[in-house]
Structure formats: structure tokens, C-alpha cells
């Protein structure tokens, strides 16, 4: 019954390969993110979609595209991988609160996925 | 813009003593805040929210947080610290369209 789960936990790719890391969550959220999270355990985030629609797109290069095809799902798509992908990606699910009213709803955060490119 | 700053990047203390992780906020309006633990190589856990209903907030495993507007601060701490409690402590703030703005974290260290 894991809230936001994200697969795989590990991932060991070569420079210039394509990957994927997949992203579910069964809390009926509506919006759903992928943070980054850097050697120095820095977080930053670099996607958020709500109800299947792209909101936050922070400066990440092109080579990175989320696919949502439905709310509960959230992939993210790298190409010709590069060594300074390598990172801890977080994928995470909230909902929004009320509009005109302060939204203090927290993220759930899935168990991140460590992407090592050599 | 909103951001947080958290003023210590590695606290140490023994096994039953209290614990206080510093956290400064800066927001144009009144802000939402957090604090999430995360433990070594595992994903990040909601320890406790800012709702505006109280100034002092009450966390899980009997962490307490306590928003000063005045210095616009949000310092973590719990009365009696334990071994399990090691890990990685990151102040948030919620920015617009709902994301989270981390703070640069701090590594907790418990002796025994």
C-alpha cells in the first residue's frame, strides 16, 4: 500500500544512454513533481504537473521530459545522459489546497531513485 | 520570492539531550513551512507543517517547531534526543504553483 512509489530504486547507465524512471502514486493527488537531489543532498525541484498538465518546468535541459499520462502517473525521460545526471531523483504528490487560500498541503515524497552515470 | 536558510549544516549532540536545528524563512507573505527528516538512503518524511492555527507546532517522534514571525524563524526541537533520530533535518517553505523550496538541510548526529 506504498503511497508514491518509484522505480527502479537503482539505476547504472553510460554516458549517452536513454532512460527512464517511473513514478505512481494511489493517493488520488492531483498534482505530482520530480525533484533532484545532489551529492551535497541539495533539493531542487524540476517538474510539477497537475491533473496531467506540465506548471513547473525549472530551467532543466531539454534531454529531461516528464510524460504524465494520467494523474496518478509521472515519468521522467532522460536522453544521451550526461555524469553530472547522476543524482537522487525524488518523485512526490500533493493536493493543492482551496483556491484563494493558503496552500500548506505537504508533499509525499517516494523512496528516490539513484541514477549513476559512468 | 520565498526561500529558507538553514543556519547550520552539521549539529552533534549526545543521546538525551535536547536538539535545535535552526531554520530563518524569507516570504513576501505570511508563509506555509516544514520540516522533513530523511534518514540515510531513504526518501524524505514530513516531520511537521505551519498551518497558522498555532505558533508552536507538534511533530511526529516529539519534535516541535515554533514560528516566530518577528524573526521570521521556524527552529526545530526536541526535548531528549535518541540514536534513531540521525539523519538529514531540511526546512521547506512552500513557494508558488505549490513547490518546495529546501533549505540546504542539516546532518544531525547523535553520540552515545
Known amino acids: 500500500d506504498t503511497a508514491v512509489s518509484q522505480t527502479p530504486k537503482y539505476l547504472v547507465t553510460q554516458m549517452g544512454n536513454d532512460k527512464s524512471i517511473k513514478c505512481e502514486q494511489n493517493?488520488?493527488?492531483?498534482?505530482m513533481y520530480w525533484y533532484k537531489q545532489d551529492s551535497k543532498k541539495f533539493l531542487k525541484i524540476m517538474f510539477s504537473?497537475?491533473?496531467?498538465?506540465?506548471?513547473i518546468n525549472e530551467t532543466v535541459p531539454n534531454r529531461f521530459s516528464p510524460k504524465s499520462p494520467d494523474k496518478a502517473h509521472l515519468n521522467l525521460h532522460i536522453n544521451s545522459l550526461e555524469l553530472g545526471d547522476s543524482a537522487v531523483y525524488f518523485c512526490?504528490?500533493?493536493?493543492?489546497?482551496?483556491?484563494?487560500?493558503?496552500?500548506?498541503?505537504?508533499?509525499?515524497f517516494g523512496n528516490g531513485t539513484r541514477l549513476t552515470v559512468t | 520570492a520565498q526561500s529558507v536558510t538553514q543556519l547550520d549544516s552539521h549539529v552533534s549532540v549526545s543521546e538525551g539531550t535536547p536538539v535545535l536545528l535552526r531554520c530563518n524563512y524569507s516570504?513576501?507573505?505570511?508563509?506555509?513551512l516544514f520540516w522533513y527528516v530523511q534518514h540515510p538512503n531513504k526518501g524524505l518524511q514530513l516531520l511537521l507543517k505551519?498551518?497558522?492555527?498555532?505558533?508552536l507546532v507538534k511533530g511526529i517522534n516529539g519534535f516541535e517547531a515554533e514560528f516566530k514571525k518577528s524573526e521570521t524563524s521556524f527552529h526545530l526541537t526536541k526535548p531528549s534526543a535518541h540514536m534513531s533520530d540521525a539523519a538529514e533535518y531540511f526546512c521547506?517553505?512552500?513557494?508558488?504553483?505549490?513547490?518546495?523550496?529546501f533549505g540546504q538541510g542539516t546532518e544531525l548526529s547523535v553520540k552515545p
Open positions: 521547506v517553505v512552500k513557494g508558488q504553483g505549490g513547490k518546495l523550496i
Open positions: 505551519y498551518t497558522s492555527a498555532a505558533t
Open positions: 512526490a504528490s500533493s493536493q493543492p489546497g482551496l483556491q484563494g487560500r493558503r496552500d500548506n498541503s505537504p508533499l509525499h
Open positions: 504537473y497537475n491533473n496531467k498538465e506540465l506548471i
Open positions: 493517493l488520488g493527488h492531483d498534482t
Open positions: 516570504s513576501s507573505y505570511s508563509p506555509s
